[in-house]
């Protein structure tokens, strides 16, 4: 098989300005997905989608292919992903009069990633049964155990009160982070619904000390760390 891999990067980051043409151990961040997607053995095409051209300049060095800018109504602070997802399908559908998927989003934001989580993620899809495969890890916080809310005058209460106290972390229920890893979808389910949870989703498991996504310069240092000491995940 060979299947379409997009990569969603636009221009205007707050958290960290620049981030997907920024040089994480000495490579764009942009450059990390690009690769990672090219090491799928099914993956023969990167669509890098972006309203900027300095990304868009960067991405073609790597081998991804730039067909278009994405308009700026799908580009700004607001605009939901799912919005630039769709613009892309359509364009797809547009390019060969089909597109029957499976959609593939890399987004450029998890650098530690492996190809074969990809691989893992797409294997599970092509087995039917979901509209939608994510990844996730186990989460550092738990709503039944350590996770707690604001009431006011500094007084906390759980998330989640059980009929029963949970005194043990080992005991709660077991909970887990979405992480951009990947997303793998059926194409005709995005352009339909407005959410990945409106329909059946599917989840590979991950491990926590591969996925860190970018948002600050924090995370980004993390990566950078991480990447010194455990080597380059591709």
């Known amino acids: 098989m060979s299947f379409t891999?997009?990569?969603?990067?636009?221009?205007?980051?707050?958290?960290?300005?620049?981030?997907?043409?920024?040089?994480?151990?000495?490579?764009?961040?942009?450059?990390?997905?690009?690769?990672?997607?090219?090491a799928v053995d099914d993956i023969s095409r990167v669509i890098v989608s972006t309203d900027d051209e300095s990304i868009a300049t960067v991405a073609q060095s790597f081998g991804a292919d730039i067909p278009f800018l994405r308009p700026t109504e799908?580009?700004?602070?607001?605009?939901?992903?799912?919005?630039?997802?769709?613009?892309?399908?359509?364009?797809?559908?547009?390019?060969?009069?089909?597109?029957?998927?499976?959609?593939?989003?890399?987004?450029?934001?998890?650098?530690?990633?492996?190809p074969e989580d990809i691989s893992r993620a797409l294997e599970l899809f092509q087995e039917g049964g979901a509209d939608v495969v994510i990844a996730v890890t186990p989460a550092h916080r738990n709503p039944w155990f350590n996770m707690i809310q604001m009431q006011g005058n500094n007084l906390v209460k759980l998330v989640n009160d059980s009929e029963s106290a949970v005194f043990r972390r080992q005991d709660?229920?077991?909970?887990?982070?979405?992480?951009?890893?990947?997303?793998?979808?059926?194409?005709?389910?995005i352009l339909r619904e407005n959410s990945i949870f409106a329909g059946r989703v599917k989840a590979i498991e991950v491990p926590v000390e591969r996925s860190i996504d970018i948002d600050t310069q924090y995370d980004f240092d993390i990566a950078e760390f991480l990447l010194s000491r455990n080597g380059s995940p591709v």
């Open 5 to 38: 891999a997009f990569i969603f990067a636009r221009g205007g980051s707050k958290g960290l300005p620049g981030k997907n043409t920024k040089e994480l151990s000495g490579k764009p961040l942009i450059g990390w997905a690009i690769e990672q997607a090219f």
């Open 172 to 189: 709660a229920q077991k909970v887990y982070d979405m992480t951009t890893f990947v997303y793998i979808a059926d194409p005709k389910f």
């Open 74 to 114: 799908f580009s700004t602070d607001n605009s939901p992903e799912r919005a630039a997802w769709q613009h892309a399908i359509n364009f797809m559908i547009g390019e060969s009069d089909s597109f029957t998927g499976p959609f593939i989003s890399v987004p450029a934001t998890s650098p530690l990633r492996k």
